[in-house]
């Protein structure tokens, strides 16, 4: 049977329990909801994942090769590894949190070669694991969650979170896509696992990643953190979605004229790009690859070609057009903030992990790219699961009797009764024009990100003001929403930080301010605040001790059966 032919007879099976119960729920099913799911099931939980698409072949990471920061338990190695990010990220990553990550990466890279996942071997013969072709990945992913026990709900988009009296989270709801039915899950522990917001960009493989997670989390009390490391963009040919850039470090950038375009092929080159894209075309020709690279290249990514092969575009040879799609918090930092290493949100009984979550502990103000947020993704799902499945064992068979209410309002409540129905599209591409142009959102200043914020601060009135829409039309509304509340996040933070530090860019406070160097935390819906919070060793790097266990035991005190 094919691929093809699999995806389509199991994702007909629409005769599911819309009501379920489970030890944990996770919702998204990429790279971190994968192990997530494994990593609860195999601590002896019972999980369900929901997807909004089908598990294993949507989001970034299904769509191509992803780099893999995989690096030896070589002391040295490490110490080099950790040390090379720290400037690029504005100080801001914490060498704890990374030392984490790369024995857990570590760890797991070499469980897939266990499970079978086909890796190369480099001129000596040697495995290597430094990177993962997204498919066989994640199709192998796929089969671990399922052999597992993992019950996966395909095209299940979750549409809110709920809670119990005491603010602890016990579930989520959704709609299936395909049937329209609604669902419930049931859960003691909810992981979200939902990747970034990339704003329907049309960057490859970010059409389900518009920041979802973050909005049912923000409705349940969780905050934010460097959400203004969040404007991210990656090369694409004009006419393609293919956002890797990688093989763009073999690349000359040239104007319309066929002259090289001085320092677009530098470290910052990126920048000049940018502010040369705001008064006229670019073009790039990856003619400094040599004959031997050229062949490698087309072998370890050929998605990147597709799109130029189909275009009869040689790219070695010939110059093709470019330009920078808006990747926004995939590729970069911020995400919802964990208070401890098991990736508990503030909000009891609520994990993050992957894009979803801030990447600032490892990677600080700078994009992780693929092989840093990837081996976030590996790292942060497996510790969420095993963490997600102890705090439900210590919570018992009760916590799924509590009495739960959904706290989800943005698209699905209204303030007033009278409104018009919501012009979903409308608004999306209202929040689109805000954060797609560079001189908004790459080269920020105090006067434009105030003026953009006046605007998504009237589109969320206009959401929340405005009648709920018809089922059908109810999961593009919520990503309407989140997008809205995420801009606004975005740009309430970079208001805040007056300096430029990491992908961060300030043409107002052009320098790096030792003063600022601290995290920014940020939340609220109706109103949206930011506020600092110290580095260092401080709650968040105090692993499972003393937060982790205070959550269960008042958690445990607070559980009763619904009347």
Same mark, same amino acid.
């Given at each position: 049977?094919?691929?093809?032919?699999?995806?389509?007879?199991?994702?007909?099976?629409?005769?599911?329990?819309?009501?379920?119960?489970?030890?944990?729920?996770?919702?998204?099913?990429?790279?971190?909801?994968?192990?997530?799911?494994?990593?609860?099931?195999?601590?002896?939980?019972?999980?369900?994942?929901?997807?909004?698409?089908?598990?294993?072949?949507?989001?970034?990471?299904?769509?191509?090769?992803?780099?893999?920061?995989? *690096?030896?338990?070589?002391?040295?190695?490490?110490? &080099? $590894?950790? +040390?090379?990010? @720290?400037?690029? /990220?504005?100080?801001? =990553? #914490?060498?704890?949190?990374?030392?984490?990550?790369?024995?857990?990466?570590?760890?797991?890279?070499?469980?897939?070669?266990?499970?079978?996942?086909?890796?190369?071997?480099?001129?000596?013969?040697?495995?290597?694991?430094?990177?993962?072709?997204?498919?066989?990945?994640?199709?192998?992913?796929?089969?671990?969650?399922?052999?597992?026990?993992?019950?996966?709900?395909?095209?299940?988009?979750?549409?809110?979170?709920?809670?119990?009296?005491?603010?602890?989270?016990?579930?989520?709801?959704?709609?299936?896509?395909?049937?329209?039915?609604?669902?419930?899950?049931?859960?003691?522990?909810?992981?979200?696992?939902?990747?970034?917001?990339?704003?329907?960009?049309?960057?490859?493989?970010?059409? *389900?990643?518009?920041?979802?997670?973050?909005?049912? &989390? $923000?409705? +349940?009390?969780? @905050?934010?953190? /460097?959400?203004?490391? =969040? #404007?991210?963009?990656?090369?694409?040919?004009?006419?393609?979605?293919?956002?890797?850039?990688?093989?763009?470090?073999?690349?000359?950038?040239?104007?319309?004229?066929?002259?090289?375009?001085?320092?677009?092929?530098?470290?910052?080159?990126?920048?000049?790009?940018?502010?040369?894209?705001?008064?006229?075309?670019?073009?790039?020709?990856?003619?400094?690859?040599?004959?031997?690279?050229?062949?490698?290249?087309?072998?370890?990514?050929?998605?990147?070609?597709?799109?130029?092969?189909?275009?009869?575009?040689?790219?070695?040879?010939?110059?093709?057009?470019?330009?920078?799609?808006?990747?926004?918090?995939?590729?970069?930092?911020?995400?919802?903030?964990?208070?401890?290493?098991?990736?508990?949100?503030?909000?009891?009984?609520?994990?993050?992990?992957?894009?979803? +979550?801030?990447? @600032?502990?490892?990677?600080?103000?700078?994009?992780?790219?693929?092989?840093?947020?990837?081996?976030?993704?590996?790292?942060?799902?497996?510790?969420?699961?095993?963490?997600?499945?102890?705090?439900?064992?210590?919570?018992?068979?009760?916590?799924?009797?509590?009495?739960?209410?959904?706290?989800?309002?943005?698209?699905?409540?209204?303030?007033?009764?009278?409104?018009?129905?919501?012009?979903?599209?409308?608004?999306?591409?209202?929040?689109?024009?805000?954060?797609?142009?560079?001189?908004?959102?790459?080269?920020?200043?105090?006067?434009?990100?105030?003026?953009?914020?006046?605007?998504?601060?009237?589109?969320?009135?206009?959401?929340?003001?405005?009648?709920?829409?018809?089922?059908?039309?109810?999961?593009?509304?919520?990503?309407?929403?989140?997008?809205?509340?995420?801009?606004?996040?975005?740009?309430?933070? +970079?208001?805040?930080?007056?300096?430029?530090?990491?992908?961060?860019?300030?043409?107002?406070?052009?320098?790096?301010?030792?003063?600022?160097?601290?995290?920014?935390?940020?939340?609220?819906?109706?109103?949206?605040?930011?506020?600092?919070?110290?580095?260092?060793?401080?709650?968040?790097?105090?692993?499972?001790?003393?937060?982790?266990?205070?959550?269960?035991?008042?958690?445990?005190?607070?559980?009763?059966?619904?009347?």
């Amino acid at each position: 049977m094919s691929k093809n032919q699999f995806e389509s007879q199991e994702s007909s099976i629409t005769d599911f329990d819309p009501n379920l119960a489970a030890d944990v729920l996770v919702i998204g099913g990429g790279p971190s909801g994968t192990w997530a799911a494994w990593s609860a099931a195999a601590s002896g939980a019972s999980a369900v994942l929901v997807d909004k698409g089908y598990c294993g072949t949507t989001g970034c990471a299904a769509a191509s090769g992803n780099g893999v920061w995989y *690096v030896p338990p070589d002391q040295s190695l490490r110490e &080099a $590894a950790m +040390a090379s990010r @720290e400037t690029l /990220g504005g100080f801001l =990553s #914490n060498r704890h949190w990374m030392a984490r990550v790369l024995e857990q990466t570590y760890t797991n890279v070499n469980q897939l070669a266990e499970w079978g996942y086909p890796f190369p071997t480099d001129d000596e013969g040697k495995p290597y694991r430094r990177s993962l072709q997204g498919p066989e990945y994640m199709r192998l992913m796929r089969k671990q969650v399922k052999k597992a026990g993992v019950k996966i709900l395909d095209h299940s988009p979750a549409l809110e979170l709920l809670i119990d009296q005491d603010g602890a989270v016990g579930g989520a709801k959704g709609i299936n896509r395909r049937t329209g039915r609604r669902w419930a899950v049931r859960a003691q522990a909810v992981i979200i696992a939902t990747g970034g917001c990339a704003f329907l960009s049309k960057a490859l493989g970010c059409n *389900v990643l518009t920041g979802d997670g973050y909005l049912m &989390a $923000a409705e +349940a009390g969780a @905050e934010m953190s /460097g959400m203004e490391f =969040s #404007n991210a963009y990656g090369i694409s040919p004009a006419f393609s979605s293919v956002t890797k850039t990688l093989f763009y470090n073999w690349a000359t950038f040239t104007y319309e004229d066929g002259t090289e375009i001085p320092g677009a092929g530098s470290q910052r080159g990126r920048s000049v790009i940018a502010k040369t894209l705001l008064t006229q075309p670019v073009y790039a020709i990856l003619d400094r690859a040599t004959e031997e690279m050229r062949v490698a290249m087309r072998v370890a990514q050929p998605n990147f070609f597709l799109p130029l092969d189909r275009a009869g575009i040689d790219p070695f040879t010939q110059r093709f057009p470019v330009t920078l799609r808006l990747e926004g918090t995939v590729r970069g930092t911020g995400g919802i903030r964990i208070v401890d290493e098991t990736c508990a949100t503030s909000v009891r009984g609520l994990y993050a992990a992957g894009d979803a +979550a801030t990447r @600032e502990l490892i990677c600080g103000g700078f994009t992780g790219g693929g092989s840093h947020n990837a081996a976030w993704a590996i790292s942060s799902g497996f510790w969420s699961g095993q963490s997600a499945a102890e705090y439900a064992s210590l919570l018992g068979g009760k916590a799924n009797q509590r009495r739960l209410e959904g706290v989800g309002e943005a698209a699905l409540q209204s303030k007033s009764s009278g409104a018009n129905t919501l012009a979903t599209d409308e608004v999306i591409q209202a929040v689109q024009a805000e954060v797609f142009p560079y001189n908004r959102n790459y080269f920020r200043t105090e006067r434009g990100l105030s003026a953009s914020l006046d605007r998504l601060h009237s589109l969320w009135q206009e959401i929340r003001t405005s009648r709920v829409v018809a089922d059908n039309e109810i999961v593009r509304a919520r990503e309407a929403a989140a997008m809205v509340a995420t801009a606004r996040w975005m740009y309430s933070s +970079a208001l805040e930080r007056k300096e430029t530090r990491g992908m961060h860019k300030h043409e107002d406070y052009p320098q790096l301010d030792p003063n600022q160097q601290h995290y920014l935390l940020s939340g609220g819906l109706d109103k949206v605040w930011v506020k600092a919070q110290p580095l260092g060793r401080g709650a968040e790097d105090r692993g499972k001790g003393e937060i982790f266990q205070s959550k269960i035991l008042d958690s445990t005190s607070k559980i009763g059966v619904a009347l």
